[in-house]
Structure formats: C-alpha cells, structure tokens
C-alpha cells in the first residue's frame, strides 16, 4: 500500500508542495510590502503594468509642458509690467504735451517741457529694448510670435501674439517717432494727438497681453491638476494595499509555520516502520 511505501512518501510531497505554495505567496506579499506596488513589473500584470507605463510617460511629459508655459508666461508677465510702465510714461508724456500746447506759455518754459518729453521717450525705448525673459522680447519691433506646449504630445501649441510697443515703428501701438518734439503750442497740439493715439493703442496692446498671461495661467492650472489625476490614476492601478498585505503577510508566515511542521511530521512517519523489524 502507498501509506507503507519507504520509496515515495505521499504525505512529505503535498506538505512540501503546499510549503512552496505558500513560500511564493510570502514573497510576493513582502516584494508588495517592500516596494508598496501591488504590480511592480509586466509579470505581475502585463495588461496593468502597460496601462501604468503608458499614464507614466504622460506624466513625464507633463512636466516639459508645464515648464515650457512657465517660460512663455514669465515671458509674457515682462512684457505686461513693461507694457504698464510704458503706458504711465505715455500719460506723463500726455500732461507735458498739453501744458506745451497752452498758448500763454513762454518758450523758455515750453521748450524745457519739451526736454521732458524727449527724456520721456527715451526711456520708452529703454525699456522696450529690455523687456525679454530667456532672450524671448515681444514688444520689440518685429517680435516673434512665441508658442507654448500644450499637451503632453506636443501636438498641440498656446499661442502668444507679439505686441510692439517700440517708438516710431511701423504698425506698431506708438505713432510718434523717438524724434519728436515741439517747439510751439500748436506743434504741442499736434505732437498730442499722436500721443493719445498711441495712449490708447498701448493700453489696448497690453490688455491683450495679460489676457494671454491668464490664459496661460489658466492651462498651467489645468495641466498641473490633470497631472495629479494620472498620477493617482496610476496609483490606483499598481499601488499595494499595505495594510491587507501586513495582515496577509501575518497569515502566511503562520502558515509557512504549520507547514514546516506538517512537513517534518510527515518526514518521520516512516520512522514507525522500523518497529515493526525490532
């Protein structure tokens, strides 16, 4: 009978088949206690594991998006202050033109007026002049048109339209050239006209620019919480229930006890066998 057989021990094999049984389940709850991922590679889960890789690269990606509209916006947040400054220069610019174009003015006084508004100037296109980030500047005469990442392939682009806010310039917002000047109330008259023209179309060009500046605020937003979305999208998906897996963990070493002690219980039963030759 297979029960007094001293070749094949029946009861020592399926003690050790259930030991090794549960030896592999220990350890891939300690691998998942280790490492807190439930599927921490394609053999755990290769349909899983491919989904989690696939929102991973998505998420990497993310990232060159969000610093590339970070760039675009601090791009665009210079040419907004600039913008702003220049304006108020444009309004002081404004009061000295029509101080100049009062006709009970002396010259002596209208021509220091006039030193003013050149200083005035000046100034405007200093700052024109250094208004970039990153060597981007879109107030400049013939700014580039500047586009931000917008998704994580890169298909899709936010784009930032130049605003050029230089003096003198052709289409540009500020119709009087660096040159001008008065030297009488009605050159002074005159010399206003462009100014509130270009008061007007300043403002305008830089309300555009801090539409844009919330735009891309709003999408870097957007993308920063999307990001946070498939990260727990892909938590969700491969990350270990600690807690279960302790408990799990108590469980099959208690039972990698017993068998242990099933095993070696059933490795001297055939020790009974020898009373029967004393």
């Given at each position: 009978?297979?029960?007094?057989?001293?070749?094949?021990?029946?009861?020592?094999?399926i003690?050790?088949?259930?030991?090794?049984?549960?030896?592999?389940?220990?350890?891939?709850?300690?691998?998942?206690?280790s490492?807190?991922?439930?599927?921490?590679g394609?053999?755990?889960?290769?349909?899983?594991?491919?989904?989690?890789?696939?929102?991973?690269?998505?998420?990497?990606?993310?990232?060159?998006?969000?610093?590339?509209?970070?760039?675009?916006?601090?791009?665009?947040?210079?040419?907004?202050?600039?913008?702003?400054?220049?304006?108020?220069?444009?309004?002081?610019?404004?009061?000295?033109?029509?101080?100049?174009?009062?006709?009970?003015?002396?010259t002596?006084?209208?021509?220091?007026?006039?030193?003013?508004?050149?200083?005035?100037?000046?100034?405007?296109?200093?700052?024109?002049?250094?208004a970039?980030?990153?060597?981007?500047?879109?107030?400049?005469t013939?700014?580039?048109?500047?586009?931000?990442?917008?998704?994580?392939?890169?298909?899709?682009?936010?784009?930032?339209?130049?605003?050029?806010?230089?003096?003198?310039?052709?289409?540009?917002?500020?119709?009087?050239?660096?040159?001008?000047?008065?030297?009488?109330?009605?050159?002074?008259?005159?010399?206003?006209?462009?100014?509130?023209?270009?008061?007007?179309?300043?403002?305008?060009?830089?309300?555009?620019?801090?539409t844009?500046?919330?735009?891309?605020?709003?999408?870097?937003?957007f993308i920063?919480?999307?990001?946070?979305?498939l990260?727990?999208?892909?938590?969700?998906?491969?990350?270990?229930?600690?807690?279960?897996?302790?408990?799990?963990?108590?469980?099959?070493?208690?039972?990698q006890?017993?068998?242990?002690?099933?095993?070696?219980?059933?490795?001297?039963?055939?020790?009974?066998?020898?009373?029967?030759?004393?």
């Open positions: 009978m297979s029960s007094n057989s001293i070749n094949t021990n029946s009861g020592a094999i003690a050790l088949q259930n030991l090794n049984v549960t030896s592999t389940s220990l350890l891939s709850t300690q691998n998942e206690i490492t807190g991922l439930a599927v921490s394609a053999k755990d889960n290769g349909a899983i594991w491919n989904i989690a890789q696939n929102s991973r690269a998505s998420i990497s990606s993310l990232d060159a998006v969000k610093q590339s509209l970070q760039r675009a916006q601090s791009t665009v947040d210079v040419a907004v202050s600039a913008g702003q400054t220049i304006s108020d220069l444009l309004n002081q610019i404004k009061a000295k033109s029509v101080a100049g174009s009062d006709n009970s003015l002396d002596v006084s209208r021509k220091a007026l006039n030193n003013d508004v050149q200083a005035l100037i000046a100034q405007i296109q200093k700052i024109v002049a250094t970039d980030f990153n060597g981007a500047n879109i107030i400049k013939s700014a580039s048109t500047i586009y931000a990442l917008a998704n994580a392939s890169g298909g899709s682009k936010l784009t930032i339209l130049p605003a050029n806010l230089g003096v003198g310039n052709s289409g540009g917002a500020i119709s009087f050239t660096a040159a001008a000047s008065f030297t009488t109330a009605t050159t002074a008259a005159t010399f206003l006209s462009l100014v509130n023209t270009s008061i007007i179309a300043v403002n305008s060009a830089v309300a555009k620019l801090g844009a500046s919330n735009a891309i605020t709003t999408h870097l937003n920063s919480n999307l990001q946070d979305s990260t727990q999208g892909v938590g969700n998906l491969v990350d270990a229930d600690v807690a279960k897996e302790s408990a799990q963990l108590t469980a099959l070493q208690t039972k006890q017993l068998g242990v002690q099933a095993l070696s219980i059933a490795n001297s039963s055939k020790q009974g066998l020898l009373s029967l030759f004393r």
